[in-house]
């Protein structure tokens, strides 16, 4: 049972690019979020997604853009990299009261 | 909106001690769930405790307990027999509104000899 697998765990982008970032769950969690976690600033949500096909905006949006085709898949894409996206990117599922978070996504944007 | 708020940003406690880390929340939900987060340098999160609002109880596993004060809204986590494992960044987060969970900034834990 792998629970919740982030790809990839590293990468380095450069102002300008795009990304995906691919996070995956085998539990048939219906909630699945994306979380940014920046020095002093605990972790933020991004996007989060209540079930296949449905998105909606967390407290630090922009620049990204959520879709959730497959219950099991949340993809968070950047389409223009920017400096400030430099952080650790978390992705969490949930059904009930019980969170499972993947284990981060280190990207750096120079 | 619901916040988080962990005013120690660090705490040093020595091996075998005991140490409490403070957080404070606000919602405007009556049911909710409050979760303490452990995440070592290995980048893991990992659950240390979680409390049901409705329950008057403070939960326990082994040597964390939390008191959760309702009216307070107060949630703080006491380690006790502190071990040097227990070094980490330690997140106090609540889950009040539309299944969605809110962190503090968190409190970097020093565990010493």
């Known amino acids: 049972n792998a629970g919740v697998t982030q790809t990839p765990k590293f990468r380095v982008l450069k102002t300008g690019q795009s990304m995906t970032l691919l996070c995956a769950q085998d539990?048939?969690?219906?909630?699945m979020y994306w979380y940014r976690q920046d020095p002093g600033m605990g972790l933020r949500l991004i996007h989060y997604?209540?079930?296949?096909?449905t998105t909606a905006k967390g407290e630090v949006p922009d620049g990204y853009n959520v879709s959730r085709l497959k219950k099991q898949n949340f993809l968070l894409g950047l389409e223009s990299a920017a400096p400030s996206q430099t952080s650790v990117y978390f992705c969490?599922?949930?059904w009930g009261y019980g969170y499972t978070f993947g284990s981060g996504t280190r990207l750096t944007v120079v | 909106a619901q916040t988080v708020t962990q005013s120690q940003p660090e705490m040093s406690v020595q091996e075998a001690e005991t140490v409490t880390l403070s957080c404070t929340y606000d919602?405007?939900?009556?049911?909710?769930?409050l979760f303490w987060y452990k995440q070592p340098p290995s980048r893991q999160m990992i659950l240390v405790i979680r409390?049901?609002?409705?329950?008057?109880q403070n939960a326990t596993e082994n040597r964390f307990s939390v008191n959760f004060q309702k009216a307070a809204k107060s949630f703080s986590l006491k380690i006790s027999d502190s071990q040097l494992g227990d070094a980490a960044m330690y997140f106090c987060?609540?889950?009040?509104?539309?299944?969605?969970?809110?962190f503090g900034t968190g409190t970097r834990l020093q565990v010493t000899l």
């Open positions: 919602t405007s939900e009556s049911d909710y769930y």
């Open positions: 987060a609540l889950d009040g509104t539309a299944s969605k969970l809110t």
């Open positions: 969490a599922s949930s």
């Open positions: 409390q049901e609002a409705y329950k008057q």
């Open positions: 997604s209540v079930g296949e096909g």
């Open positions: 539990m048939n969690h219906e909630y």
